[in-house]
T-cell receptor, first 114, second 114 residues
Framework: AQTVTQSQPEMSVQEAETVTLSCTYDTSESDYYLFWYKQPPSRQMILVIRQEAYKQQNATENRFSVNFQKAAKSFSLKISDSQLGDAAMYFCAYRSASGNQFYFGTGTSLTVIP | NAGVTQTPKFQVLKTGQSMTLQCAQDMNHNSMYWYRQDPGMGLRLIYYSASEGTTDKGEVPNGYNVSRLNKREFSLRLESAAPSQTSVYFC?????????????FGPGTRLTVL
């Protein structure tokens, strides 16, 4: 079975600095999709960024970018110019190409220090 | 445009009681999902409905049933609640079942089973 591991339960970053959240996953599939979701204190999950496994180019969305290493099965999230509003729980997620398997990691709680 | 709405927001049940969690979306999405979130764990998929008229089991379906009432609504039923079902439940929807599609989440229902 596929698993998603986030080894950093908590991280902190100074406002305006850069932070990287780690995620590794285990799969025997060659095609799949990876996501980072943000869950602020309000609890509602929001998509931050996504990556298709067959695309070698790393995805970027404004201040958010990923470092996707397919061979290492690693999918880290980099947040640049951190803002107070970035404080949240961040979940890494894996979805199979068939779509019927969707696995989340245990999350990383990010604190932004003013 | 309310997005994904869930009712109730909070619920306390006694062991053995039944209840139905309601979910509705107004984005004309074809696919809907139910997840549970437990402390220290990521979201786990309970059931999903790839399109109106279809439902399928996810990772943790035992003890639950679902109904895709129409395109907008997808309910989750606990027939005989158990303390192990104490959790936060999230409903989500996506445009269709393509694995790349963003899922939009509701605000969650916090359920406690005594």
């Amino acid at each position: 079975a596929q698993t998603v591991t986030q080894s950093q339960p908590e991280m902190s970053v100074q406002e305006a600095e850069t932070v990287t959240l780690s995620c590794t996953y285990d799969t025997s599939e060659s095609d799949y999709y990876l996501f980072w979701y943000k869950q602020p204190p309000s609890r509602q999950m929001i998509l931050v960024i996504r990556q298709e496994a067959y695309k070698q180019q790393n995805a970027t969305e404004n201040r958010f970018s990923v470092n996707f290493q397919k061979a290492a099965k690693s999918f880290s999230l980099k947040i640049s110019d951190s803002q107070l509003g970035d404080a949240a729980m961040y979940f890494c997620a894996y979805r199979s190409a068939s779509g019927n398997q969707f696995y989340f990691g245990t999350g990383t709680s990010l604190t932004v220090i003013p | 445009n309310a997005g994904v709405t869930q009712t109730p927001k909070f619920q306390v049940l006694k062991t053995g009681q039944s209840m139905t969690l309601q979910c509705a979306q107004d984005m004309n999405h074809n696919s809907m999902y139910w997840y549970r979130q437990d402390p220290g764990m990521g979201l786990r998929l309970i059931y999903y409905s790839a399109s109106e008229g279809t439902t399928d089991k996810g990772e943790v379906p035992n003890g639950y049933n679902v109904s895709r009432l129409n395109k907008r609504e997808f309910s989750l039923r606990l027939e005989s609640a158990a303390p192990s079902q104490t959790s936060v439940y999230f409903c989500a929807s996506s445009r269709d079942f393509q694995p790349y599609n963003e899922q939009f989440f509701g605000p969650g229902t916090r359920l406690t089973v005594l």
